[in-house]
């Protein structure tokens, strides 16, 4: 007896005519924000090889994802993540190409989240790579797209974060303590979890290191927070970090988004795939960050390349069910309906044409009867009918029902 023929697997859904729309909708708005910065767009395979995600920053568990074997007995993944793949592409087929290569992508990541009850095991993103340039100009050229990004999904309600990756692994690099002390220390500092923060670091110690740690969930907010972190500790390496992303963010502020845009030296996700820059956003209405990514110079490497990069993507998912959740969106509904008379249908095509050319959306009647037609139509919300014979009649319609 079967038993999930009517229903979808967990963490999937099926997405109906307006929420086609939407998504549609947004995804052309970001590429073409994408495709007038230079950027050209790449399409990777769904499935992939296991071993291009089995890297030695191990960022995906293999319990995370989702696994099949080839005909031949190779094991594969359906795709986790995206920057990964584009990676593998620029270290073999692009090798050769000049740099910086610019890429965007738009494709549907599969992550397998059993804690997460709710969530999506199926993401559609889209998000762009700049592989080739460790320069500041590349770092902000990536954090203004971001920044663009979010505000043509919601102008005036959007908040943008940034951090530096480097001030928290400068920090706890000089802690006398094993690797899963300090991932667990990271982890903590992620969620931001004060208590179980300071109690896992009074047992390592007291002194000038501990305490940064300790205030590193903290240093949250505006310019103040570059003052605050270099009174907790100073070197030359974090002097420089302090100093670069604080230039950075004089620059972003200047992009007129007051009060949007934010300094936290707590994103410390990705510690073993991220180098330098992070960078966060969200959209009101929605817990998580919808934006995220930042520098990874050392990633390519791991597949024989070793050039610098930098990127992020972006939930397309979560930033269209928030435009559906706070706008009247509607989907497209015909501008006009075409009913043809028996023996009249190829007439009725090539009037349809004809309008259709006009810039009109047409639908063609697949009723035998103007009645018939004309009770769905206006069902639908479409405010004209026009009948063909060996004329053509237009009757407006009444169209209460969906308006």
Not at 30 to 41: D, N, V
Not at 130 to 139: E, K, M, P
Not at 208 to 219: G, S, V
Request: aromatic share 10%; with cysteine; hydrophobic share 40%.
């Amino acid at each position: 007896m079967k038993q999930y023929d009517l229903i979808t697997p967990e963490g999937t859904n099926d997405l109906l005519f307006e929420d086609c729309a939407i998504r549609n909708s947004v995804e052309q708005k970001i590429s073409g924000i994408f495709a007038s910065k230079g950027y050209c767009e790449i399409v990777t395979p769904g499935i992939e090889f296991f071993d291009v995600f089995n890297l030695r920053s191990r960022y995906f568990p293999q319990e995370s994802m989702y696994k099949l074997v080839d005909s031949k007995g190779r094991l594969l993944v359906l795709r986790p993540d995206s920057t990964m793949p584009i990676a593998r592409v620029a270290a073999t087929r692009l090798r050769e190409v000049s740099l910086p290569l610019r890429m965007f992508y738009r494709q549907t990541v599969y992550s397998s989240n059993p804690a997460m009850r709710g969530g999506s095991d199926e993401i559609k993103q889209m998000g762009i790579e700049l592989i080739g340039s460790d320069s500041r100009r590349a770092d902000l050229e990536v954090i203004s797209t971001a920044i663009e990004v979010l505000a043509s999904c919601d102008n005036d309600r959007f908040r943008f974060e940034i951090g530096d990756i480097g001030f928290f692994r400068e920090l706890v690099n000089k802690l006398d303590a094993d690797a899963a002390a300090k991932e667990q220390i990271r982890s903590l500092i992620e969620v931001k979890n004060y208590p179980a923060l300071n109690d896992l670091l009074d047992t390592i110690g007291n002194n000038e290191i501990t305490n940064a740690l300790k205030q590193l969930p903290r240093l949250f907010g505006g310019i103040e927070v570059f003052d605050k972190a270099a009174n907790l500790f100073a070197d030359e390496k974090i002097d420089r970090i302090l100093a670069d992303l604080k230039a950075i963010y004089n620059d972003l502020s200047s992009l007129g988004y007051d009060g949007k845009i934010t300094v936290d030296l707590g994103i410390v996700n990705k510690m073993d795939y991220y180098t330098g820059v992070v960078m966060k956003g969200y959209l009101e209405g929605y817990g998580d960050a919808v934006l995220s990514g930042g520098r990874y110079n050392h990633l390519l490497a791991e597949f024989g390349y070793d050039v610098p990069a930098t990127g992020f993507a972006i939930n397309i998912d979560a930033a269209s069910k928030l435009i559906k959740r706070s706008n009247t969106y509607k989907v497209c509904v015909a501008d006009a309906i075409v009913f043809s008379e028996s023996g009249y249908e190829m007439a009725g095509f090539e009037y349809m044409r004809k309008m259709i050319s006009e810039g009109m959306t047409v639908e063609n009647s697949v009723y035998d009867t103007p009645e018939e037609t004309r009770k769905y139509a206006e069902s639908k919300g479409i405010k004209k009918l026009f009948c063909v014979s060996d004329k053509v009649t237009e009757t407006d319609l009444e169209v209460s029902c969906n308006e």
